[in-house]
C-alpha cells in the first residue's frame, strides 16, 4: 500500500467546502470520486483541514493510500484530465506511511482580500469581499498586530462539534498583517492551526475596528482567556484563500 501525498489548487466558488456532504459538491468528494475510479475502490482523502463553502485554495495539502502502482506523475495527470477545471492536482509524490496532512502540518498561512474601490471588476467578485465603505486601515493595521503570539482564540471561533471534547482553543499566530495595494487590501495571517471561521472572524472584527467600532482594547479583550463577547462577525467566505501549508 502506497501513501500519496498531493497539492491541490481550487476555486470554492461552486462547492459546499471540502468536507463530503450528502447530496452536496464537495472538493473532498469529488477528488475521492476520481481517485477511487483509478484505484477501483473506494478511497478516503483527508486534507490539512476542512475549507468552508465558497472559500478557494492555492495550495491544499492532502493525502491517500493507493495499491495502484501508477507513477506518480501519471497519476497526476490522470487526476487533472478527470476532474473539473476548477480543481487542480499540482503535484503528486510519494509519503511516508504515517504521513497525515493535518496533524504533521506546523503551520498554515491565509489571506484575505478585501476590494475597496466602488467598483469592483467582475474578475475579482469571485475572489474578493467588495467593501467600497470609509475604513481606517491603519487602525486595522494595529489591531491585527495584536493578534501574534499564543493567544486563546475562543471569541473566534464558531461552534464546532468538537466543542463536547474540551479541546484547547489556544493557537500561536507568527504573523498577522494588513497591506493595501491598489485596490485590495488584503489581511494574511500564519499560524499554528485554525479554528473553525476563525479567519473569517478574525477579518470581521479588524473590519470592525476599521470602522471605529472595535478598538485595540476590544480586541485584547477578545483574546483573554473566558472572554464573553459574542463570536463574530464572520466576513464572507468568497475573500478567503487558504495559501500554504507546512510540514
Not at 473566534?156 to 495595494?181: C, M, P, T, Y
Request: hydrophobic letters at 40%; proline letters at 6%.
Amino acid at each position: 500500500m502506497r501513501r500519496i501525498r498531493i497539492r491541490v489548487a481550487y476555486d470554492g466558488t461552486d462547492f459546499h467546502g471540502w468536507q463530503v456532504q450528502p447530496g452536496l459538491p464537495t472538493i473532498q468528494g469529488v477528488i475521492e470520486q476520481v481517485v477511487g475510479g483509478i484505484e477501483g475502490r473506494d478511497v478516503a482523502v483527508a486534507a490539512s483541514g476542512r475549507t468552508d463553502a465558497g472559500v478557494h485554495a492555492l495550495a491544499q495539502t492532502a493525502a491517500f493510500s493507493l495499491d495502484n502502482p501508477i507513477p506518480v506523475d501519471n497519476l497526476r495527470k490522470a487526476m487533472n484530465r478527470l476532474l473539473p477545471y476548477s480543481i487542480r492536482i499540482l503535484s503528486v509524490e510519494e509519503a511516508a506511511e504515517s504521513f497525515h496532512p493535518r496533524y504533521d502540518a506546523v503551520a498554515k498561512t491565509y489571506e484575505y482580500r478585501i476590494w475597496r474601490e466602488e467598483i469592483c471588476p467582475p474578475f475579482e467578485r469571485r475572489y474578493v469581499h467588495h467593501h467600497p465603505y470609509p475604513l481606517d486601515e491603519d487602525a486595522m493595521a494595529r489591531c491585527a498586530r495584536l493578534l501574534e503570539g499564543e493567544h486563546d482564540f475562543s471569541a473566534f471561533a464558531a461552534a464546532d462539534e468538537k466543542d463536547r471534547l474540551g479541546l484547547s482553543k489556544v493557537r500561536r499566530i507568527f504573523s498577522s498583517s494588513v497591506e493595501r495595494s491598489g485596490g485590495r487590501l488584503t489581511y494574511r495571517v500564519r499560524g499554528s492551526g485554525f479554528l473553525k471561521h476563525m479567519v473569517r472572524n478574525l477579518v470581521g472584527v479588524l473590519v470592525e475596528a476599521g470602522k471605529g467600532n472595535v478598538g485595540e482594547d476590544g480586541v485584547r479583550e477578545r483574546l483573554r482567556p473566558g472572554c464573553a463577547v459574542p463570536c463574530g462577525p464572520t466576513a464572507p467566505a468568497q475573500g478567503l484563500f487558504l495559501i500554504s501549508v507546512e510540514y
